[in-house]
Nanobody, 126 residues
C-alpha cells in the first residue's frame, strides 16, 4: 500500500499563487504515474494535471493550462502542483493520486488511479 499525504493548501486571494505537495510513503514513486484532482462542493472530482513516471510527459486540463505546473522530485518521493493566478472558482479540495505503471511512460487523463491522498483545501477569495 502506498500512502499519499498532501499539504500546502490554504486561503489566498484571487491572483495569488500556491504550491501543493504530495509526499509518498514509497521509495519507488518513480514507478508511478501521478495526477492531481480537485473537487469543489457539490461538484464532481475533476482531473487537472498528470505526470509520467519520468516526469518528461505532462498533461493539463484546459482550465489550468499555462497557470499550473505539475512536477515531481524523485529523490524526495514528492509530487508538486504549482498554481499561479488562482481564481475564486478554483476553490476546492485538491487530491493527489497515483498508479503503479511498469509498462509505459504515459501521462494519461484516462488512467485509473489506485492510491489517493486525503486532500488539501484551497480557498481563493475574490
Amino acid at each position: 500500500q502506498v500512502q499519499l499525504v498532501e499539504s500546502g493548501g490554504g486561503l489566498v486571494q484571487a491572483g495569488d499563487s500556491l504550491r501543493l505537495s504530495c509526499a509518498a510513503s514509497t521509495r519507488t514513486l518513480s514507478m508511478y504515474e501521478m495526477a492531481w484532482f480537485r473537487q469543489a462542493p457539490g461538484k464532481e472530482r475533476d482531473i487537472i494535471a498528470v505526470i509520467s513516471r519520468s516526469g518528461d510527459n505532462r498533461n493539463y486540463a484546459g482550465s489550468v493550462k499555462g497557470r499550473f505546473t505539475i512536477s515531481r522530485d524523485k529523490a524526495k518521493n514528492t509530487l508538486y502542483l504549482q498554481m499561479n493566478s488562482l481564481k475564486p472558482e478554483e476553490t476546492a479540495n485538491y487530491y493527489c493520486a497515483g498508479r503503479f505503471n511498469s509498462t509505459n511512460n504515459y501521462a494519461s487523463f484516462l488512467s485509473r488511479y489506485d492510491y489517493w491522498g486525503q486532500g488539501t483545501q484551497v480557498t481563493v477569495s475574490s
